[in-house]
T-cell receptor
């Protein structure tokens, strides 16, 4: 069966520090991968999605970047965190566009 | 991209009550999902329902793709049903509505 792993679960980082959040999927190949952010009490905002290795689409101009170094690995990064980067970050996968999507446990990031 | 609208934004129920949540989308889609976000933030898959009707215990969902809406029914609500319910459509990416916050009071 397929599983998605996302870590860390919580993170407190100072302003100006770098960020690296990792997401991996097991049990499938060439999945679509997604990064979402949810600000406190609000809906989900799509940040990045990827349909294959090295293929990253950005939805919102921001202080973040994403990479997909391996087929089932999706990484969210920042060189210098801002206070506004605080939020709940969720990784998701689906077989392909138009099929059921599944989410990881999420990372709660607080920038102080 | 596709616009997804959910209503109502907030819903307060007494335990045992029934309710209906609505999701409208702006263009034809082949896929629609309903999720429940629990107090810990985890998104739980409820239904993958591009069309038709499905039931899972006290929850059921209906999607009328030709009319661009989906409904989620909660029957005999329990306090554990509290949380935020999202619908999302998956064309080439996953697009979410703003969610309905459900509070079930004992």
């Amino acid at each position: 069966s397929q599983t998605i792993h996302q870590w860390p679960a919580t993170l407190v980082q100072p302003v100006g520090s770098p960020l690296s959040l990792e997401c991996t999927v097991e049990g499938t190949s060439n999945p679509n991968l997604y990064w979402y952010r949810q600000a406190a009490g609000r809906g989900l905002q799509l940040l990045f999605y990827s349909v294959g290795i090295g293929q990253i689409s950005s939805e919102v101009p921001q202080n973040l970047s994403a990479s997909r170094p391996q087929d089932r690995q999706f990484i969210l990064s920042s060189k210098k965190l801002l206070l506004s980067d605080s939020g709940f970050y969720l990784c998701a996968w689906s077989y392909r566009s138009g099929t059921e999507a599944f989410f990881g446990q999420g990372t709660r990031l607080t920038v102080v | 991209g596709i616009q997804v609208e959910q209503s109502p934004p907030d819903l307060i129920l007494q335990e045992g009550a029934n309710s209906t949540l609505r999701c409208n989308f702006s263009d034809s889609v082949n896929n629609l999902q309903w999720f429940h976000q629990n107090p810990w933030g985890q998104l739980i898959n409820l239904f993958y329902i591009p069309s038709g009707t499905k039931q899972n215990g006290r929850l059921s969902a209906t999607t009328v793709a030709t009319e661009r809406y989906s409904l989620l029914y909660i029957s005999s609500s329990q306090t554990t049903d509290s949380g935020v319910y999202f619908c999302a459509v998956n064309d080439y990416k996953l697009s979410f509505g703003a969610g309905t916050t459900v509070t079930v009071r004992a």
